[in-house]
T-cell receptor, first 109, second 113 residues
Framework: DAKTTQPNSMESNEEEPVHLPCNHS???????IHWYRQLPSQGPEYVIH???SNVNNRMASLAIAEDRKSSTLILHRATLRDAAVYYC??????????FGAGTILRVKS | GAGVSQSPRYKVTKRGQDVALRCDPI?????LYWYRQALGQGPEFLTY????????KSGLPNDRFSAERPEGSISTLTIQRTEQRDSAMYRC???????????FGPGTRLTVT
């Protein structure tokens, strides 16, 4: 399974944008980039995924570098409810999710 | 609609006993996944099914662990002769189809004493 590298933790102020980086230099052409998050005491929750093009949904945006060796999850206005562990995962079609340690996001009011 | 449900939510068992953990996926979801999560770590893949067929069991730690989904809906993860190192949160997830987003259940907290 291709590996991802994320910062251990990040901090943000409430109502400000947050950019969560992920490096995946060994990504293969068939790997999708998935993001999940896990709020305290809950199961993981799907956030967004993409292959090559940038993606937007109601929760977040995903910016993918042209060479696909890195990506950034963007939360446009962080709220206290966004405090969670964010996981960046590479997933070949039909394959399992392999979770790393993720990034702990702290949001300050 | 109803999400993924798991039962029991908490299970305390003595070392050497067998346990069966149940997962009820979202209705109509084709794929079902089992994960194990230790405190402070990300979930670790165990196995997954498409319909009733077990597609990948590469994450099952040893032959004490098994899973089934006989009718392509409810799944049971069974751990035989439990050991203290089996203590963890066991999470189930389902997705409409392979490669679609996964929806996770609340988990079963297993404690082996």
């Amino acid at each position: 399974d291709a590996k991802t590298t994320q910062p251990n933790s990040m901090e943000s102020n409430e109502e400000e944008p947050v950019h969560l980086p992920c490096n995946h230099s060994t990504i293969s052409g068939t790997d999708y980039i998935h993001w999940y998050r896990q709020l305290p005491s809950q199961g993981p929750e799907y956030v967004i995924h993409g292959l090559t093009s940038n993606v937007n949904n109601r929760m977040a945006s995903l910016a993918i570098a042209e060479d696909r060796k890195s990506s950034t999850l963007i939360l446009h206005r962080a709220t206290l409810r966004d405090a969670a562990v964010y996981y960046c995962i590479l997933r070949a079609y039909g394959n399992k999710l392999v979770f790393g340690a993720g990034t702990i996001l702290r949001v300050k009011s | 609609g109803a999400g993924v449900s798991q039962s029991p939510r908490y299970k305390v068992t003595k070392r050497g006993q067998d346990v069966a953990l149940r997962c009820d996926p979202i209705s109509g979801h084709v794929s079902l996944y089992w994960y194990r999560q230790a405190l402070g770590q990300g979930p670790e893949f165990l196995t997954y099914f498409n319909y009733e067929a077990q597609q990948d069991k590469s994450g099952l730690p040893n032959d004490r662990f098994s899973a089934e989904r006989p009718e392509g809906s409810i799944s049971t993860l069974t751990i035989q002769r439990t050991e203290q190192r089996d203590s963890a949160m066991y999470r189930c997830a389902s997705s409409a189809r392979d490669n679609y987003e996964q929806y996770f259940g609340p988990g079963t907290r297993l404690t082996v004493t």
